[in-house]
């Protein structure tokens, strides 16, 4: 078997669907996720050594909205693909970060599973035409969702309209309209 047979079959493992059972909700409330430890789990058992990972460049730090940012660039049998990665972090009473290394943790492996889908490894084995089909744009939000929503800036309640938007938008940190970031809104 020469190379580019073992790397399309290493790839058809990846790209196996994952089972139902092990999709987590989201704590938005926003659909599921897969943990992270599932795709790592299924790439040492698929890959083993013939893959590895490394942080490109140091964190970044968005003091503002309190995200850190990591880029990783994961390689599978020599070939590579570079993934971002964020995390929320939290600061004490007096502004002092206090969970540094697990939001920087938390942000690669993020970027993993970010890199991980430019292999073609994914939650679903939906096209981006099919997703589209059965995930339509969600034009009204149940009010009874609204309650805990709070603006990750101000804390101030999200209206059922700021919900809507930032799922129309797919943003999935909670902004009030006044502190959503500008390269977030899109363009009309």
Known sequence: MDHNDTFRELMNKLRAPFPKEVQQPRSDGHGTYIPIAYY????NEAAGQHWSHERVGEPVFYDQDRLVHTVVKVTILGR???GEGFSKYQVDTSGKMINRHYAIRSATKDAIRDALTFFG??????S???????NPKITKVDPQLNSERTCIKCNKE???????????LQIKFDY????LPKHLRKKK
């Open 80 to 82: 590579s693909h570079h």
């Open 121 to 126: 490894m994914k939650q679903d084995s939906l």
């Open 40 to 43: 790592l789990e299924r790439l």
């Open 176 to 179: 009030c309209t006044e502190h």
């Open 158 to 168: 999200l209206s059922i309209e700021e919900i809507e938007n930032l799922l129309n």
């Open 128 to 134: 981006t035409d099919k997703r589209k089909e059965v």
